[in-house]
Nanobody, 126 residues
Framework: QVQLVESGGGLVQAGGSLRLSCAAS????????MGWFRQAPGKEREFVSA????????YYADSVKGRFTISRDNAKNTVYLQMNSLTPEDTAVYYC???????????????????WGQGTQVTVSS
């Protein structure tokens, strides 16, 4: 497992943008497949986006495709989620998650990640 710390959440108006960051630390921080999930009040946690350890493969939920972009800087052990054209439906607590690259990567299944951050609140006003 690694330690994950998210940052970058906040309050933004509809149509605006935010960039979330997730910094990883620990012995295997540089070899983690990473994902972003979110949970809105009263709703189940849902997959948002994921990226494999090399950055060569990315995955998106249909609801964010074309608006969100995931990327990573392995020199900094940090994963980013650029969120554009935000809508009130994007309001949620956003969590980053990690799993070692030696494990088969099934990016959309949250239960298969073994490290989670504390979450960062994203609120989009109409």
């Amino acid at each position: 497992q690694v330690q994950l710390v998210e940052s970058g959440g906040g309050l933004v108006q509809a149509g605006g943008s935010l960039r979330l960051s997730c910094a990883a630390s620990g012995r295997t921080a540089s070899r983690q497949n990473m994902g972003w999930f979110r949970q809105a009040p009263g709703k189940e946690r849902e997959f948002v986006s994921a990226i494999n350890w090399s950055g060569g493969s990315t995955y998106y939920a249909d609801s964010v495709k074309g608006r969100f972009t995931i990327s990573r800087d392995n020199a900094k052990n940090t994963v980013y989620l650029q969120m554009n054209s935000l809508t009130p439906e994007d309001t949620a607590v956003y969590y980053c998650a990690g799993v070692q690259a030696t494990v088969r990567f099934i990016p959309r299944v949250g239960a298969l990640y073994d490290s989670w951050g504390q979450g960062t609140q994203v609120t989009v006003s109409s």
